[in-house]
């Protein structure tokens, strides 16, 4: 039930062989194999309504993990409804509209909270981790606490099942932040991807984008209340123009002529070179080789000073790599200043300048001036830190901002070369060809055009799409800041009440390994400890089953009190099968049997005489099998068979 195999923990009555006395005078018994079995159970909520649930155990055609189900009583009585079918152990058994699951827990009236899971996101709280809380069978008498359900990989199932049964209030704080940030991580590496595909969509056409910061506002902890949205109305495109940077918008109005547009321009007839006149020629010719020679002597300036500053970008990565190892062997000095280590400063002696990193191992020093502890030398890394990231923010910035003006400024030196191999072209045709400069010109212009024009479109958009996600970013990062930091009250309140209540029960029960006020409910698990002790295995095994018993109980009532979601029902498979005493399992008996509107079932195997002894006073009823809990053979006549 609570285990991640298929297979049945059933007893072979049910899976594998039924034996028989036998009828004649030699007495042999008689050995039939199983063709198939099932298991029924009938249940009803506080609303009164009744459900029937039934699995195969084995079956020829049928799988263990189809239950049928009736909306109504089906072993009390017949049977008024068709039964429908459900599935179980089987993914979106929990979510989906034919899981049995989410039938059962509509049926509880549960809504199941959302926890994390250790390889990341979230899932609903599955039934089965609940379930170890209702019912305590034969294998889970040797630990103290309820059965942890891991193979869903839910981070502290039994932690998270306490916390739903007993209605705390942290855990849905909990879950919304961690909700929020799996939010903000998403909105961080969407802006990351759009600001990214915006500087290269810029960067293929020899623009630059200004105006959009590497992150928006709220995307780092640390601020408190409410955060303002990034805003990007001053955020745009400048392309280099005539060897300066000019917005978008001016330069391509500067492209299209007055009279018509770009598309009457490029329908007109070619001019000649006549028309144009060699000496306009020879003149355009000077100016472009001028241009050239300004553009090629500031790409050379543009590159010396990407260079310098790419290599100051790299040594700042080099000095943040040393601050945060130095960083990590302080905190390993103060880790083991903690545990009482003798010498934690042998861990810092390596003779080097921890500036320039070169050796000391020569130089004569007198003697040492006054210095830092471990704490006042991890407060100075964390400041250069913090300073040598902000220099690299900038530096990396100016970087971006060079790279891009270079390739700018060679996109604009290769189109200033082919114009003035035009112009030269031009030079030596004969007059009545057509200029070669001037539909060049005019062929660029459009190209360039229609190319600024896709750009300035691209980025309207990318930086309408950007503006949504600062936004987005702002208000999760004010919900996050709104969140509560600390465990509510009345979680602290329940949780000493549940403590209390399971301290009670354990003197009532006769606990005896030692004083019962040193049992106490763990802050971080939620489940029943002593510190530096082990529950299981230090206490004597009566003394187990008393804890979880009075720990199960305990969940059970102040869950009632605190109008939780706990069923009310608790099953408990044998609980004297360690020798629990007469009297202290009476007392166990009177405290289970005192809650109102709720059921507990105990199975024993004590006799009618001995239970009628412990359940004096109280209201039970009993169930005595007597010689109907063995097998007996009978002719499959049960309405329920599964044919």
């Known amino acids: 039930m609570f285990g991640p195999g298929q297979s049945s923990r059933l007893g072979s009555a049910l899976t594998q062989q039924l034996i028989f006395p036998g009828t004649g005078d030699s007495g042999d018994e008689v050995t039939e194999e199983v063709e198939s079995s099932w298991c029924a159970v009938e249940v009803q909520n506080d609303s009164g309504d009744v459900l029937t649930a039934q699995r195969p155990v084995k079956h020829a055609t049928l799988s263990r993990n189809l239950v049928r189900v009736w909306n109504g009583p089906a072993l009390t009585r017949s049977p008024a409804q068709p039964a429908e079918d459900y599935f179980v152990r089987e993914s979106g058994a929990t979510q989906r509209a034919r ?158 002529e007055p009279g018509g547009g770009r598309t009457a321009v490029l329908e007109e007839p070619a001019r000649t070179v006549a028309d144009v006149g060699i000496e306009r020629l020879q003149t355009q010719l000077r100016r472009a080789e001028d241009e050239l020679g300004d553009m090629l002597a500031t790409a050379s300036a543009v590159e010396q000073k990407l260079s310098i500053n790419e290599s100051q970008l790299a040594a700042l990565d080099r000095r943040i790599t040393a601050l945060e190892e130095e960083r990590q062997r302080n905190l390993d000095v103060k880790t083991l200043i903690r545990l009482g280590s003798d010498h934690p400063e042998d861990h810092l002696a390596d003779n080097d300048c921890p ?172 489940r029943p400890e002593r510190p530096g002790f082990d529950l299981d295995t230090d206490v004597s095994a009566s003394d187990v089953v008393r804890i979880k018993i009075a720990y199960l109980n305990a969940v059970r009532e102040l869950s009632s009190r605190a109008g939780g979601p706990h069923p009310g029902l608790l099953m408990l498979d044998e609980p004297r099968q360690h020798e629990l005493d007469e009297a202290h399992f009476r007392s166990a008996i009177s405290r289970l049997a005192s809650g109102s509107g709720r059921q507990v079932i105990i199975t024993t195997a004590a006799s009618t005489e001995a239970l009628a002894g412990l359940l004096k006073g109280n209201a039970a009823n009993v169930i005595d099998f007597g010689s109907a809990r063995l097998m007996r053979r009978e002719e499959p006549n049960d309405p329920l068979d599964l044919i």
Not at 489 to 508: G, P, W, Y
């Open 355 to 526: 500036t320039c990193h070169q050796s000391l191992a020569s130089v004569e020093i007198d003697s040492l001036g006054p210095s830092l502890n471990v704490d006042e030398t991890l407060g100075l890394l964390n400041a250069q830190l913090a300073t040598m990231r902000g220099m690299r923010e900038q530096m990396g910035a100016a970087v971006d901002q060079g790279r891009g003006a270079y390739a700018a400024l060679q996109r604009a030196a290769d189109s200033s070369r082919s114009h003035i191999r035009s112009i030269q072209d031009d030079l030596v045709a004969p007059e009545d060809y057509p200029s070669a400069s001037d539909i060049t010109q005019r062929v660029v212009s459009g190209v360039r055009s229609n190319e600024l024009e896709r750009l300035n479109s691209a980025v309207a958009a990318q930086l309408e799409q950007l503006q949504h996600i600062a936004i987005e970013m702002a208000e999760t990062r004010t919900e996050l800041n709104r969140l509560p930091t600390v465990v509510p009250d009345e979680d602290v309140r329940r949780r000493t009440e549940l403590a209390d209540l399971m301290r009670e029960q354990l003197k009532s029960f006769g606990f005896s390994s030692y004083d019962s006020a040193k049992v106490d409910i763990n802050e971080e698990t939620l």
């Open 99 to 256: 899981g049995f699951h989410t039938l059962l827990v509509s049926f509880l009236g549960w809504e199941l909270p959302l926890v994390p899971r250790f390889t990341g996101g979230e899932v609903p709280l599955y039934p089965e981790v609940i379930f170890p809380f209702v019912y305590g069978d034969q294998r889970a008498w040797n630990s103290a606490s309820a059965r942890q359900v891991t193979h869903f990989q839910i981070r502290e199932p039994s932690r998270r099942a306490v916390e739903f049964l007993l209605a705390f209030q942290g855990p849905a704080a909990q879950s919304e932040r961690q909700r929020l940030e799996d939010t903000a991580k998403s909105l961080r590496a969407e802006w990351t991807a759009g600001r990214q595909s915006a500087l290269a969509a810029a960067s293929v056409t020899g623009a630059r984008i200004f105006g959009i910061p590497d992150l928006p506002a709220g995307t780092r902890a640390g601020s408190k209340g409410g955060v303002s949205p990034t805003s990007l109305a001053e955020a745009g495109v400048e392309v280099l123009d005539g060897g300066e940077w000019r917005p978008l918008p001016e330069v391509l109005r500067g492209l299209i």
